[in-house]
């Protein structure tokens, strides 16, 4: 079976945001198979790089990905405890945090070992969509709530304009066992469609957002890492849908009001036309820049890049 590897987006972009220099401290917040990771490794290695991924069978590809890279450390859990990650290896900051909240493309394929069951349309598997152990699965959502709450989430957390009627069908259909199933009720349901997005896309993005507590963890995540970045550290968030997007705003304004840090991204970075054709999932990637601490105005730009 071919070995597979996410190729990591806006690569050059991310580098040049986190400001490395041979000795730094880095977390890699959201790691997966270790596209980022790797480049990070190389360019730091009188440092120590902190790879953090809440799912077991990604963080495994990452170790033998990162195998070559003594000064490389890995810790399993969710990327808002980062002052547990740095603590258990002895360290109280970092000098950069690098957090792409994209999902890897390895959870999606249905025939890699440890991929996670129902993020794919056909995954006949069944219907989890849980990185890890906790919290409530997709199945459990679908086959258990009511058809009001279930169509106030598909809203909430998909933007899906036809909630109503997909609840409403989903609820008929009763008991979904899988994604496939599942993906076959949406395209039913759907009146409208969005370009070449897949008819179940917001669904599917909604079941997956509630599964893993996505967006909680995402707002617990950005006070944490300034709370852990030395002065004059860098974050670096890239994000992938609007709902993510909008908190990273918003928590970074915040935190630019409170004096704590400066935002480096008067707009956010994204992918060159480039890139989207080489790698399609960059398109929807957005990369906002946060230093901390307060000294000067200058703003992360072409002089960087």
């Not at 990452?62 to 810790?75: N, T």
């Not at 794919?120 to 009511?146: I, P, Q």
Request: proline share 3%; net charge neutral.
């Amino acid at each position: 079976m071919p070995v597979y590897h996410h190729t990591p987006v806006m690569l050059k972009e991310c580098l040049e945001a986190l400001a490395l220099r041979e000795n730094s401290v880095v977390i890699d917040a959201t790691c997966g198979e270790g596209g980022h990771s790797e480049a990070i490794a190389a360019r730091i290695p009188g440092g120590t790089l902190l790879c953090v991924d809440r799912n077991a069978a990604v963080l495994a590809r990452a170790r033998e990905r990162l195998a070559a890279y003594p000064h490389v450390r890995f810790f399993e859990g969710t990327y808002d405890r980062l002052s547990e990650a740095l603590a258990r290896e002895g360290l109280k900051q970092a000098d950069a945090i690098l957090a792409d909240l994209g999902i890897s493309l390895f959870h999606y394929r249905e025939e890699e070992e440890g991929s996670i069951i129902g993020f794919s349309y056909t995954d006949l598997r069944g219907l989890d969509m849980r990185l890890d152990d906790s919290g409530e699965s997709a199945y459990d959502v679908v086959n258990r709530w009511r058809e009001n709450d279930l169509a106030d989430l598909l809203y909430r957390y998909g933007e899906e304009t036809e909630s109503r009627r997909i609840a409403r069908m989903i609820v008929s259909a009763r008991p979904v066992k899988n994604a496939k199933q599942l993906s076959d009720i949406v395209m039913r349901a759907k009146k409208r469609r969005k370009g070449r997005l897949h008819p179940a896309t917001q669904t599917f993005q909604a079941l997956r957002i509630h599964a893993n507590r996505e967006l909680e963890v995402l707002e617990s995540f950005l006070p944490e890492a300034v709370s852990v970045l030395r002065e004059g550290g860098r974050l670096a968030v890239m994000s992938y849908h609007s709902l993510e997007d909008r908190i990273v705003k918003q928590a970074m304004r915040a935190i630019a009001v409170s004096g704590e840090g400066r935002i480096l991204t008067k707009k956010p970075i994204v992918s060159s036309e480039e890139e989207v054709r080489a790698n399609r999932p960059s398109r929807s990637a957005k990369l906002r820049i946060l230093e901390k601490g307060s000294i000067g105005d200058e703003s992360f730009g072409d002089a960087v890049l």
